[in-house]
């Protein structure tokens, strides 16, 4: 079946270091992914999108990369911060429809001070 | 705050009871989501609503009914739940015409005894 998934549901890294969380999916239909962030006792909160006629697409002191070719997705977080610190989740809208996600299991996020 | 908001945040209820949550958005989105996230386990969509017509229903048990009056509300009619239904149950958000991003509320932690 298709699936989104992580490849380490913890990261732990030192405030100041960059962060790369990786995410792997399988529906080669896809062409829209989405990086979410979930912080304790809240919902996910949008961080950044991608479509899949891109490769690479930068915002505030993230980037989101896209390998179309081995259906892997990355987000680098630059000079982690302590309020960084929550899981992230990877998301991918198959082919098609503009409203059904499918979430990955998540990276808890720890940032060490 | 996303704009969606949840009532209430936390219920505990048994297995005999009925009880309903509670979605609200006033972004002017016109699509609305109830979704299901167990410890350990990817968001799993349950119901999708669109103009306030239900256009997903993703196998998801009739002892959650949904509703969904008007497109800036959105209920789960809960009754005769399992103890594996204890979640945190997410609302989200979008506008169908516009950005793929769903905005999410905070959930309601429901724990069935």
């Known amino acids: 079946g298709e699936s989104v998934g992580l490849h380490l549901p913890t990261l732990s890294v030192q405030e100041g270091d960059n962060s790369i969380i990786n995410c792997a999916y399988s529906n080669s239909a896809s062409d829209y992914f989405i990086w979410y962030k979930q912080e304790s006792g809240k919902g996910p909160q949008f961080i950044i999108d991608i479509r899949s006629n891109m490769d690479k697409r930068q915002g505030q002191r993230v980037t989101v990369l896209l390998n179309k070719t081995v259906k892997h997705l990355s987000l680098q977080i630059a000079a982690t911060q302590p309020g960084d610190s929550a899981v992230y989740f990877c998301?991918?809208?198959?082919?098609?429809?503009?409203?059904?996600?499918?979430f990955g299991k998540g990276t808890l996020l720890t940032v060490n001070p | 705050e996303t704009g969606v908001t949840q009532t209430p945040r936390h219920l505990v209820m048994g297995m005999t009871n009925k009880k309903s949550l509670k979605c609200e958005q006033h972004l002017g989105h016109n699509a609305m989501y109830w979704y299901k996230q167990s410890a350990k386990k990817p968001l799993e969509l349950m119901f999708v609503y669109n103009f306030k017509e239900q256009t997903e229903n993703n196998s998801v048990p009739s002892r959650f009914s949904p509703e969904c009056p008007n497109s800036s509300h959105l209920f789960l009619h809960l009754h005769t739940l399992q103890p594996e239904d204890s979640a945190l149950y997410l609302c989200a958000s979008q506008h169908k015409t516009g950005s793929n991003e769903q905005f999410f509320g905070p959930g309601t932690r429901l724990t069935v005894l």
């Open positions: 998301a991918e809208n198959s082919g098609g429809s503009n409203y059904k996600l499918t």
